[in-house]
């Protein structure tokens, strides 16, 4: 196995200036400001925070009102604090408690669960290898890993220490698959479907699968020059964000680059390409991208709802598509969409897309 070096220790080894492989391109360089400026910025579009609390009310009025709240903001950002989402904040705390402590270990503790990208063990501790031909890497170190279905996950992977980290994460994804489908629900109402349709269409319980990625973004000496991860769009049909509350979450909206505000005990939850699919391209998938910052480590832990790789072909659902609204997308697995999504498109034309 290659020896691959460690953003954090790149970052903790004292240089003043970072890498040429780090360095965004010029044009991208332009839009890249103080992250905590940006953040206290009131002016403008601002990521709409949803509030959840009412959204299986047995008042169909209020439900209604609701599930209206949660989809304009699923078919105009694809983005959105959820609040009163019913997932206890003791235990988010619990779960970001562990995974700061994990990366708190030492490089050389950590690099007992490295993945191996080369042999196709994808899942354990890593760091961005290079995916394009200037070479350019992003300023993260992550930990990835299956989190449920249960009887699908590996726990041989899952950090030892600390000693709560397998159960703390293992519980908020039991909560977070009953959040799932609750907003699966509502969103299938949203756009005058059954209400089990979206779910069915991305696995159901049986085959969707909930991927944990703990995205450790050590301070940059130079934040004005790097991204912590580079602008893209999720695959997945919904991801769920939990974070230290450090800003850095930046989205595309109308042509400029959105930075999230900090919200406590939300959870920021984004559009997938998948459901995007699905919705003929109602439901938006956002482009996003991550602020880094010479001050504070920013961490955040993701949840991707992904459909099985190669047994559902993802295309519009029939009642999307009519002959002023024709399929946006063609039909592909989801292992396929991926592949298309790597090698298929450079991100500039992505983003010039996204201006259309």
């Known amino acids: 196995m290659v020896a691959v070096e460690r953003v954090e220790s790149l970052a903790k080894s004292g240089i003043i200036s970072i890498p040429k492989e780090y360095i965004r391109p010029k044009e991208e360089l332009e839009s890249i400001n103080d992250v905590f400026l940006e953040e206290k910025k009131e002016d403008g579009p601002q990521v709409p925070t949803i509030d959840l609390k009412n959204i299986e009310s047995d008042d ?4 209604e009102n609701c599930i209206e709240e949660l989809k304009k903001a699923s078919l105009d950002w694809g983005v959105m604090h959820l609040i009163n989402h019913g997932i206890p904040a003791d235990l988010m705390e619990r779960v970001k408690k562990a995974g700061e402590e994990f990366f708190s270990l030492s490089v050389e503790e950590k690099e007992k669960y490295a993945n191996d990208q080369a042999t196709g063990k994808i899942q354990g501790y890593g760091s961005k290898l290079a995916n394009n ?6 300023w993260e170190d992550y930990f990835f890993h299956l989190a449920y279905p249960e009887e699908k996950r590996d726990l041989s992977i899952w950090p030892k220490t600390p000693s709560d980290y397998i159960e703390a994460t293992s519980e908020y994804a039991k909560c977070l698959r009953l959040l799932a489908t609750k907003v ?7 756009l005058g479907l059954e209400p089990d349709r979206l779910e069915k269409e991305v696995g159901g319980l049986e085959e969707l699968l909930l991927q944990m990625k ?3 973004y050590p301070k940059c000496p130079q934040p004005e020059l790097a991204l912590d991860v580079e602008a893209h769009t999720d695959v ?3 991801t769920f964000i939990l974070h230290n509350m450090v800003p850095g979450l930046q989205l595309f909206y109308e042509g400029k680059w959105v930075t999230a505000k900090c919200v406590p005990d939300s959870i920021v939850m984004h559009i997938g390409d998948t459901l995007e699919i699905l919705s003929n ?3 938006k998938s956002i482009l996003h991208r991550g602020l880094v910052n010479k001050e504070k480590v920013r961490i955040s832990w993701a949840v991707f709802c992904e459909p099985p790789k190669d047994k559902i072909v993802l295309k519009p659902l029939p009642e999307m598509v009519s002959v002023e609204s024709p399929a946006k997308f063609p039909p592909r697995t989801f292992a396929q969409h991926i592949e298309h999504k790597l090698f298929g498109k450079e991100q500039e034309e992505l983003v010039s897309e996204k201006n259309d």
Do not use: D, H, M, W
């Open 214 to 216: 703990i995205n450790y």
């Open 184 to 190: 699966f629900k509502a969103l299938s109402v949203g």
């Open 281 to 283: 391209g109602k439901y």
């Open 236 to 238: 997945s049909a919904l």
């Open 60 to 63: 169909e009025k209020i439900r």
């Open 133 to 138: 031909a200037s070479g350019q890497l992003e």
